[in-house]
């Protein structure tokens, strides 16, 4: 079966970094399509970033310039380099995929960006 588990969560002052990994199992992942969500209390989960097999990658308006996605398909690895973090990018960040047209996800890692 599909799984995805993210590491690399934590606390981190605003202005700081964090490298957030997600590694998968149960699919073919040189071509699965990957990314990344995220969801803070009250708020609807919404999509950060996404990178196709291809390397191309999408971003959500809010953390571009600040936030990149790459894989690593010997380490079926994606991840999420985050950088200049703000308060309103606390988050539970989750990896996903698609599979046959349903969505896949890991149990998310939390991220706190103290003022």
């Known amino acids: 079966q599909v799984q995805l588990v993210e590491s690399g969560g934590g606390l981190v002052q605003a202005g700081g970094s964090l490298r957030l990994s997600c590694a998968a199992s149960g699919i073919i992942f040189s071509i699965s399509r990957m990314g990344w969500y995220r969801q803070a209390p009250g708020n609807q989960r919404e999509l950060v970033a996404t990178i196709s097999n291809d390397g191309s990658r999408t971003y959500a308006d809010l953390v571009k310039g600040r936030f990149t996605i790459s894989r690593d398909n010997a380490k079926n690895t994606v991840y999420l380099q985050m950088t200049s973090l703000k308060p309103e990018d606390t988050a539970v960040y989750y990896c996903?995929?698609?599979?046959?047209?349903?969505?896949?996800w890991g149990q998310g890692t939390q991220v706190t960006v103290s003022s």
């Open positions: 996903t995929t698609n599979r046959r047209g349903a969505d896949y």
